[in-house]
């Protein structure tokens, strides 16, 4: 009998599978070569059975741990009940989880899409249309403010506000409407606006900017020039959002309640892409039947897997785990006195160590750090990201930190 059909995955060594990707899949990534086939916890497992601990948990959207056996349960009960229904008809599930994420969020609606450039999309629809039917900006002209180093995702509309060269080049026309001002500067933000803005659009922490806080108070001051001018506080909260940095969202750290929230990525504990708009009934409320749509948004298998996410991150005190061992964990980076870091930053679980000249890049020490059983990834030239899903314990940490030391020492 023909083996192909015998074995639907081959036995290949790393080298092989790495050797595959390189040749028949796009060159969009530059990942590491360690090849992944299993993965359980805050642990992963590459094809020769060499045991990591992920410190990335798939830029955040792992936070509830690879393969949680309650999403596990849930994911593959539903499986065998109802998965697509598309929007034409109304499911349970879908009902279900609106409900029960108005209720944490407190926010009075939902629109549910799959990725997180999806979300972001559809916020930008929806401020738009806000800004023409409520806000009386003439048509066509609306404005978005968003910010230097930003990140919403990749599509066209999206990196057309980007100002990072690489995620533009090439691929234009652009898409007009947008305004760049310089993040964390209140001053900027101030002179962006205009009668015609109709809304802001931030991340409250800049992950893939490199873990950028802008200034304490900074996202209240902006929060109130939105509320002064009639604009929307568009909050992208896709990565810091759902316990990641030891709030349900990033932006409750400082007193303010945005027009809208963005989530996705740990939305589905990474089983499965769904993602969200959150706002009241007055923005949401803009969209009429037939004018926004997703064939997928809203599934009832995306949507019980959804659902029993959010109750993992409550039920088993994500949020606060996230608080307290992301405090623990940047206190020993710190502690660690290491020459080559120029400074330790983030909240929570999801943290930043920016290193210095004398280090230079920082990809050779990611891929040492594999080498040791610990896989992160570089963000931009010089930053370490160490995001490791929100079940990880203090002993853990512990032992990380005795191999971290081992590459930052
Ligand atoms: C990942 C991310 C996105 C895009 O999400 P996709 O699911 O990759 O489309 C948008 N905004 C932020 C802040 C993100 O981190």
């Known amino acids: 009998m023909n083996q192909q059909l015998n074995s639907s995955t081959p036995k290949l060594n790393n080298q092989q599978f790495v050797d595959l990707e390189n040749k028949y899949a796009a060159r969009n990534y530059h990942p590491l070569d360690v090849v992944l086939e299993k993965g359980e916890g805050i642990w992963v497992y590459d094809v020769e059975g060499n045991k990591y601990l992920d410190c990335l948990s798939a830029y955040s959207a792992v936070n509830q741990g690879h393969c949680h056996p309650r999403l596990v349960k849930t994911a593959k009960e ?14 349970n599930q879908l009902s279900l989880f609106c409900k029960e994420i108005c209720e944490l969020t407190k926010y009075e609606m939902v629109l549910p899409m799959n990725s997180g450039a999806e979300a972001v999309e559809t916020a930008i629809k929806a401020a738009r249309k806000w800004g ?17 180093g930003n990140f919403h995702g990749r599509t066209t509309t999206i990196i057309s506000f980007s100002s990072e060269e690489d995620y533009k080049t090439h691929f234009g026309p652009f898409t007009p409407g947008f305004t760049l001002a310089e993040y964390g500067n209140i001053e900027a933000a101030k002179q962006a606006i205009t009668d015609k803005t109709a809304a802001i659009l931030i991340e409250p922490i800049q992950g893939e900017a490199g873990i950028i806080m802008p200034p304490q108070g900074y ?15 568009m909050s992208d909260e896709i990565q810091t959002g759902l316990g990641r940095t030891g709030r349900l969202f990033a932006s ?5 309640k945005p027009d809208v929230t963005i989530v996705g990525k740990a939305l589905s504990g990474g089983f499965y892409p769904v993602s969200a708009m959150l706002s009241n009934a007055e923005i949401l409320g ?7 749509g997703s064939t997928f948004g809203g599934n009832p298998l995306g949507m019980a897997v959804a659902r029993e996410s959010l109750k993992i991150l409550v039920e088993e005190n994500l949020i606060g785990n996230a608080y307290e061992n992301g ?13 080559f870091v120029k400074e330790v930053r983030g909240r929570g679980l999801l943290i930043g160590v920016e290193l210095n000249e004398e280090a230079k890049s920082a990809r050779p020490f990611c891929e040492k750090l594999q080498q040791l059983g610990i896989l992160c990834k570089e963000t931009h030239y010089n930053i370490i990201r160490f ?17 971290i030391a081992k590459v930052l020492a």
């Open 252 to 256: 409750d750290y400082e007193n303010i």
């Open 387 to 403: 995001a490791p899903p929100l079940i990880i314990t203090k002993e853990d940490i512990d032992a990380a930190m005795e191999k």
């Open 132 to 148: 023409y039917t409520k806000k009386g900006i003439p048509e066509n002209e609306a404005e978005i403010i968003v910010f230097t």
């Open 286 to 292: 803009v969209f009429q039947p037939g004018q926004h």
């Open 78 to 91: 539903q499986i065998e009940k109802l998965t697509l229904t598309s929007r034409a008809f109304r499911n």
């Open 327 to 339: 405090k623990y964990f940047r206190e020993k980076l710190v502690a660690m006195n290491s020459r």
């Open 219 to 233: 996202l209240e001051d902006l929060y109130n020039l939105c509320k002064e001018n009639n604009i929307l506080f």
